[in-house]
């Protein structure tokens, strides 16, 4: 189990997240906490940002006038969204992302959704190249507040041994 504090000394205590790779194991699920609930302003700027064109996304009367008869949230956001609410339990000691396989978005997301995360350890494996290192396969399911699932992938990260995270190597 991932702890959330490490003492530094007798008084002191750092908060901490994520896991080493020995704190993986296959079947394991994590949900990850808390949910968010997507405003306009965030399906706004992110499709700015990303300099994707498409009045669905911020084109009111456009949506209006749609299959969808609203603004269709951006699904790269949904996509970002759902695996950022994964960095603190899979990830947040990752030395890197290797992969992203079979992204799908089974559902349309809007403005007020409220979405979850969760994933489970679907393959653990040491590194050959990086003895420090293993390799963590998690498959992640993002789902609306009623339950219906907007987005699922697998995802292989490079996650580092108990006393080799860059936070075990920081004395600050």
Wanted: hydrophobic letters at 35%; proline letters at 3%; aromatic letters at 10%.
């Amino acid at each position: 189990m991932a702890q959330n504090v490490k003492q530094i000394d007798n008084k002191t205590f750092r908060e901490t997240y994520g896991r080493y790779y020995e704190e993986f194991e296959i079947g394991h699920v994590y949900q990850h906490r808390p949910g968010r609930t997507i405003s306009e302003a965030d399906n706004t700027w992110f499709t700015l940002l990303t300099m994707n064109t498409h009045p669905l996304h911020f084109d009111a009367e456009y949506g209006a006038a749609s299959e969808f008869g609203q603004i269709l949230v951006n699904s790269a956001f949904t996509v970002a969204l759902v695996a950022g609410m994964s960095v603190s339990d899979v990830s947040q000691k990752a030395v890197a992302n290797l992969g992203w396989n079979n992204i799908k978005l089974p559902a349309p997301v809007f403005v007020g959704d409220t979405l979850y995360a969760e994933s489970e350890v679907i393959g653990k494996r040491e590194s050959k190249s990086r003895p420090n290192d293993g390799i963590v396969d998690v498959k992640t399911i993002g789902k609306k507040s009623d339950g219906t699932i907007v987005c699922t992938y697998d995802r292989t990260i490079l996650i580092p041994k108990r006393g080799y995270a860059v936070e075990d190597r920081m004395d600050n």
